[in-house]
């Protein structure tokens, strides 16, 4: 058992038997030793099924959303979490006094069947939590390092890809995109997809249509990624969840991109103050096309 999997069980059983939560979310076992899922538990005996390891890959935030009901909800959160809880926030989606957040530092995660390390978490530039009630351990050792490296390989994809011709772009997400088999597991766990009603869903002539073609998975995508482009926290779970590996976070990253260069956008979900770069103007904006 970790020093963190420890202090998490201890401090979920003691929020649930003092009523100070109604519900703790973390992780679970899963069937392997290399495998967990998330866990949501609400009586103090279950606190033993806590786990926390290496391979602790699903992302929690959304549940911070989808899990809102009478009483407070306890959320383990590592900086991926702790971003996406800020910009659920700042959107007005989820309310504070309803939370308490039980901060971890974190050192990556592994892939499960390779053990190495998960290329999300390379390129993660805030791995410990952001905003937290509670912290549960210290930050490990070479964390600057480690971000120092991560803001490199942050655009490393994109860059690869606006190294390419105008035609090899278009085969290379065209490929991509007629993978999709529009099961919206990307838009399901995604911590800043919180719209009552996905445009996906309207019943609208003339509007997004239901066949699964390159047209109309072209069509999902990227309009899914000019909706969260200025709140995506990078987090990179969309990525995760696509069981056709669709490089989406290739796509995300190009519009943040753009976003820094253009507005000087920034990394979103560091604070819960709302600044969302295609909400706002100002006349010193780079207007090139014009």
Known sequence: MTDIEEKLRERARQLLESEEVTEVIAWG???FVNQTTPLFISEPAQADEI???DYCINILAKYAFTEQGAGRVAVAVRGCEARGINRMLADNQIKREQLFLLGIPCGGMKE??????????????HPNPVVYDEMLGEEPEGAFETIVASQTARFAEVEAVEAMRREQRREHFDEAFSRCIRC???REVCPVC?????FVD??????????????ENRFYNLTRVF?????????????RAC???LPLMEVNRKMIKDLNTLFAAGEEGLTSELDNALGRYDTGDVEEFM
């Open 243 to 245: 069981p056709m590996e």
């Open 202 to 215: 309207q019943q609208r002539a003339g509007w997004q249509g239901k066949q699964n073609n390159l047209n």
């Open 112 to 125: 499960r069947l390779s053990g190495e390390t998960l290329d999300r978490c390379k390129s993660c530039t």
């Open 29 to 31: 076992a899963g069937r």
């Open 184 to 186: 919206y597991a990307c």
């Open 51 to 53: 786990v926390f390891n």
């Open 227 to 239: 909706h969260i482009a200025d709140r995506c926290v990078e987090c990179g779970e969309c990525a």
């Open 194 to 198: 919180t719209c009552r009603e996905c």
